[in-house]
């Protein structure tokens, strides 16, 4: 019995907060029919630090022209016209209120400075939503704004929040709404100290902001929490250039391994790679295409089926030049870079007659979509961390291959002499157009690896053919080891250069740089041994 009554005194306590809560709001919003702008901008004010979910109704139907106050009581309706009679409902519950004509209402005027005020009032509201996203974006337009009259509804959904991601932002908001309000110098400090543990340019600057605009000691400590934002910015974009030059390198490795293979083994200018890269990347769109059309259910899974057969067809039409074009010129470089080049021209028209000149877009899958994002505003995305671990498995998996097979022995002993092996029954044109197959195969699963991350087009590998050349050369002909170790190194090399020179300088520069380097080393990094390769 005692039990009872306890769950029903609690009962009746709940009900009657909850209904003195909505008559001390009902009175705040009747408060907007009276007075000038200035005492409007005031109940607005005392209606958001009343918190409740309620007044964003309100607020709306006031920045909407719909709030009307009844001429005899100063009564605030929601007011839909009706000829000239006017349909009211309660702003509140937005229950029926009854009619009244035109004569009988009118409209509660706002100006553009109730119009930002109410702009910031729905902000800080919507802290009280049930959905923790659109509690975080208020919390943010408020950190964006610094909207004093914030503060009450952000350190009332604060106390609320159970979402600490959500409640961290809250208090940040609250900590730059601090530094805009009349609060004492002592809660300002700690606003300050707060804000000094973000790292991200906006934070700074609003620092800086206000360092200007007041005196020490507060300026001084605004002063100093910026210098730390900015240095931990420094330390944080530096973090940020080497991933997006891992992520160049992973790009330049898949496309530079396979010219590695033919260049070391056959001595080959193979102009005609990068359109083994393109020809990848347009097996990838087709197969997307088919999936699309004949199994939808499983489109996201279309670029698994792409990996082999980018790297059969292109190995297949690598094999197919190397046996019609490329055998007849062993021993003449510079013939076979035109010839290729010429190849490489009548593949790209054949490309353009087939899938037309426009660029193809390729879906990322779900799978591989978004991005992995830290709160200082460093971010990986998921496509580039996929291309990254491919790149490592498809130089692991070569690695394995040259050293444990026998085809990868055969590699090795017609790069290191030629004429040996031929002795010894092996058949180095054979060697040859497997290797060539296996280059242009791998360039092929390039192409589906830049084909998430960049339009598939006639002329894709032709962005990256020069790259290609310069990580073989500068790693050491035929290395694979040097292959990886030339991507790493202009990679992050170029990205590290390019906020300072722009995109074409820095390559420019890296250019200049590889060719001092090769004047040094014309052998590359790591130099391959052996008779035929030193002769």
């Known amino acids: ?261 033919t260049f070391g083994v056959m001595g080959v200018i193979n102009m005609a790679h990068g359109e083994m890269v393109m020809l990848g990347a347009y097996t990838t769109y087709v197969v997307e295409q088919l999936f699309q059309i004949y199994v939808p259910d499983a489109s996201d899974y279309a670029i698994v089926a792409a990996i082999p057969s980018a790297f059969f067809i292109s190995a297949l039409i690598g094999m197919a030049i190397e046996r019609s074009v490329i055998r007849f010129l062993y021993g003449r470089p510079l013939e076979t870079l035109l010839a290729t080049w010429g190849v490489s021209l009548i593949l790209q028209q054949a490309v353009r007659s087939i899938f037309g000149p426009t660029n193809k877009s390729v879906t990322t899958p779900s799978w591989m979509s978004g991005s992995i994002d830290f709160s200082n505003g460093l971010s990986f995305t998921l496509n580039r961390i996929a291309i990254l671990i491919f790149a490592l498995a498809i130089f692991a998996a070569l690695i394995l291959l040259i050293r444990y097979t026998s085809l990868g022995l055969q590699m090795r002993s017609v790069t290191q002499n030629r004429p040996m092996a031929n002795a010894m029954g092996i058949r180095s044109s054979r060697v040859d157009a497997l290797t060539f197959g296996l280059g242009s195969g791998i360039a092929g699963l390039a192409g589906v690896a830049l084909s998430q991350i960049d339009n598939v087009s006639p002329n894709l590998g032709q962005s990256y053919i020069i790259d290609s050349f310069l990580v073989v050369v500068f790693g050491g002909v035929g290395n694979l080891w040097g292959t990886l170790a030339g991507a790493l190194t202009l990679g992050v090399a170029n990205k590290f250069l390019e906020p300072f020179a722009g995109a074409v300088l820095a390559k420019i520069f890296i250019l200049v740089a590889v060719i001092l380097f090769i004047q040094k080393k014309p052998r590359g990094l790591f130099a391959l041994k052996g008779r035929w390769v030193d002769a």
């Not at 009307?68 to 509140?92: C, E, M, Q």
């Open 1 to 261: 019995m005692g039990a009872f009554r306890s769950i029903f005194t609690s009962l009746f306590m709940l009900i009657f907060v909850s209904v003195a809560l909505a008559q001390d709001v009902g009175v705040l919003v009747d408060k907007l029919a009276l007075g000038n702008f200035t005492e409007r901008g005031a109940a607005i004010s005392a209606l958001v630090s009343s918190g409740s979910p309620s007044v964003v109704t309100v607020l709306q139907a006031l920045e909407d022209g719909r709030l009307y106050a009844r001429k005899s009581d100063h009564k605030v309706f929601i007011a839909t016209p009706s000829g000239d009679i006017f349909k009211l409902a309660d702003p509140l519950s937005n229950s029926d209120s009854g009619q009244a004509p035109k004569t009988d209402i009118e409209k509660i005027k706002v100006n553009n400075s109730l119009r930002e005020m109410i702009s910031n009032a729905m902000s800080s509201l919507t802290l009280f939503s049930k959905d923790a996203k659109v509690r975080k974006d208020a919390a943010l337009a408020i950190l964006k704004s610094g909207d004093a009259s914030a503060l009450p509804a952000l350190e009332k959904a604060i106390a609320a929040e159970n979402d600490t991601a959500v409640a961290d932002i809250m208090r940040i908001a609250a900590a730059a709404a601090t530094l805009k309000s009349d609060r004492p110098e002592e809660a300002k400090k700690t606003a300050i100290a707060t804000l000094a543990q973000q790292t991200d340019r906006d934070t700074a600057s609003l620092l800086t902001a206000y360092a200007a605009s007041v005196s020490d000691p507060l300026r001084s400590q605004a002063l100093a929490a910026a210098e730390k934002i900015e240095v931990a910015l420094s330390t944080w974009t530096a973090v940020q250039n080497i991933w997006f030059g891992f992520s160049l390198a992973s790009v330049l490795l898949l496309a530079a391994i396979g010219l590695a293979i």
